[in-house]
Structure formats: structure tokens, C-alpha cells
């Protein structure tokens, strides 16, 4: 078949392309900050703060990252942001420094409720 969704970007590191030689971390890495530019780009166009959702952001990428993709996307250009994760131990390190600006919800078998921090 043809059309747009069987078109295939090269994306590259250097001159390597991520697709090949990244590493899960980098093409994780990648994969974020293209969302981030296309909320950048859609905030612009529409003139408002879309919704964020960062879904299982902490696989494949170290705590260090996933601190600084939370710190950036805590800020003034940025509105409600959803982030969904499994590990709750790593999540409360994560957004400890966030003091009480966010709040936790636990989905399972169809019921959502809301969490102690």
C-alpha cells in the first residue's frame, strides 16, 4: 500500500541512525522530546496549554532523565500533565521535589482512586 502513514523519517545521532543504532534509552529519549516539540508546536497553533500524557515514561530511561523530563515539563509553558507508571517507589523519588503540586491515582479493574503521597 502507499500513502502517508508508510512514510518513514531517517532520524539520526550524529550521522547514525536512531532507528538502527540507538540505544532504548537514546530512541526513548528521542521519542519524548519529538512529543514535546509537537506540544510545543500545537500550544502555539491553538494558543493554549494542551494535556500532557507521559505514558510509562520511567521504562527505559534512568531516573536521572526522567527528572529533568519532569522538571522541564513542570513549568510555566506546560499545563495538566498525566503521567502513568507502575513502579510507585520510583515515581514518589521523582516527583518528591515537586512538594504537594500533583496528585496520585491508582486504576485497577476499572476503578479509579485517588492515593496518599
Not at 10 to 23: F, N, Q, V
Request: no cysteine; net charge negative.
Amino acid at each position: 500500500t502507499v500513502g502517508i502513514h508508510r512514510d518513514d523519517l531517517d532520524m539520526l545521532i550524529d550521522e547514525y541512525p536512531i532507528k538502527k543504532d540507538g540505544s532504548q534509552g537514546q530512541k526513548k529519549t528521542f521519542f519524548v522530546s519529538l512529543k514535546l516539540a509537537q506540544y510545543q508546536f500545537l500550544s502555539r497553533k491553538s494558543n493554549s496549554l494542551p494535556l500532557l500524557v507521559l505514558d510509562d515514561i520511567f521504562n527505559r530511561l534512568d531516573e536521572r532523565r526522567v527528572k529533568e523530563i519532569i522538571q522541564l515539563v513542570s513549568g510555566p509553558d506546560f499545563g495538566q500533565i498525566f503521567i502513568s507508571d507502575t513502579n510507585r517507589q520510583s515515581l514518589d523519588r521523582i516527583l518528591q521535589p515537586f512538594n504537594d503540586n500533583y496528585h496520585l491515582y491508582s486504576v485497577a479493574e476499572g476503578v479509579i482512586e485517588q492515593m496518599e503521597k
